[in-house]
């Protein structure tokens, strides 16, 4: 198997507002942390002021060698009142976008990244049809503004994620365990997105423009067990492939890979006897990236392109981090040796930053963060993995 990687192969890492940018005091998030009796371990707070330092953060990823970043916009500070649009809010992320492609840098923008504006879910969330309507004229407005510097587009951040977290387990805002309000978020997620993707082509800019989904390499055991092969394949479908049917004409697909999950004859058994468990209460897995890309390329016929929007490690040993990402790119290289259309890898996270109810615990970042002084320290993991860009080539550690 070749080392290197296909020419314009794109390498990039993450970060959303809400946990890097700090003050977004007006969005359901903000909302949930304060609660009483939260769930949360600590509020977001200032996080990591990118509010402030985006310049030195978009700076300090290009020196290391990285030629993407995806992050998100706020919609509660881009629309902080129904029908009122902040301009100062609309030329801050202007800004953010101008100096990325100064420092030569790829803007990939995300429209929604988990956080609804207060106002928004003061009507009902995302189960409501009204937040659809809502979010398209978001969209619209956003575009309109900055859409000329966009490099690529991503909808909506995980729906399925803000949906099962949020509407049947009630560990994410609005903490709700109601199978009919699941369903239609789900719903609202899959018409949002499409309409998206319509009101974003039709802005100002030309950039490919999709929805980037969490996957996870969902396993049978045993794996010959007729009864666990149905409880992994329904978990699929309410999980994964209703989202993998609404992207069909998307101009890419962003796979968004952790861990693995078990699953057995009466549904989710926990990790592996002896199996090596993270921070975030999930199995060291990363064999799992290459098997949820090969998912979702064969589920979508090979239509869709894929892209790496996330992948990482929530540990405090760097050099887990870093074994834990080589082994995920020698997955994508197989998948690129058999055909499969993968345009680039972005790493979660740039920085250690809120990691929603985990607070600060979980550290992704290849970049540190001492939030008393807010000052930046490059990992050993971003310095090779800034070599990796580099050179487009797995180099050795």
Known sequence: MAQNFPDGFKWGTATAAHQVEGGNWNNDWWMWEHAPNTLCEAPSGD???????????????????FDHYRFSIEWSRIE???????????????????????????????????????????????????????????????????????????TINEPNIVSFMGYQMGLFPPAATDDRQFAQANENFVRAHRGAVDVLRAGP??????????????????????????????????????????????????VQV????????????????????????????PQSLEACLRYAWAYTGGNVPLSVT????????????????????????????D??????????????????????????????????TQQREVKPSGTWLGRVARANSLVEP
Not at 215 to 223: E, I
Not at 228 to 253: H, K
Not at 314 to 331: C, M, P
């Open 47 to 65: 996080a990591c002021d990118q509010w402030n330092l985006y310049r030195s953060d978009i700076e300090l990823l290009a020196s290391l060698g």
């Open 80 to 154: 902080p009142e129904p029908g009122l649009f902040s301009k100062s809010a609309l030329d801050h992320y202007r800004s953010v976008m101008a100096t990325c492609l100064e420092f030569g840098i790829a803007p990939v923008v995300t429209f929604h990244h988990f956080t609804t504006p207060r106002w928004v879910v003061a009507e009902g969330g995302w189960h409501t049809a009204s937040t659809v309507d809502y979010f398209l004229r978001f969209c619209e407005k956003s575009v309109a503004h900055f859409g000329d510097l966009i490099d690529k587009a991503c």
């Open 205 to 254: 800019g030309n950039f490919p423009v999709g929805l980037t989904l969490s996957m996870t390499d969902y396993q049978a055991v045993p794996d010959d067990d007729a009864d666990a092969v149905q409880q992994r394949n329904n978990l699929r479908a309410i999980m994964e492939d209703q989202f993998l049917d609404a992207v069909q004409g998307d101009d890419f697909l962003g």
């Open 258 to 285: 952790y861990s693995r999950q078990r699953v057995g004859p009466k549904g989710v058994i926990g990790p592996e006897p002896g199996r090596e468990v993270l921070p975030m209460g999930y199995e060291f897995w």
């Open 310 to 337: 996330e992948n990482g490690i929530g540990t405090n040993d760097d050099a887990q981090r870093i074994e834990y990402v080589k082994q995920a790119l020698e997955g994508v290289l197989r998948c690129l040796d």
């Open 339 to 372: 055909g499969l259309a993968i345009d680039g890898y972005t790493y979660w996270s740039l920085m250690d930053n809120f990691e929603w109810a985990f607070g600060y615990r979980p550290r992704f970042g290849i970049i540190s963060v001492d939030r008393a």
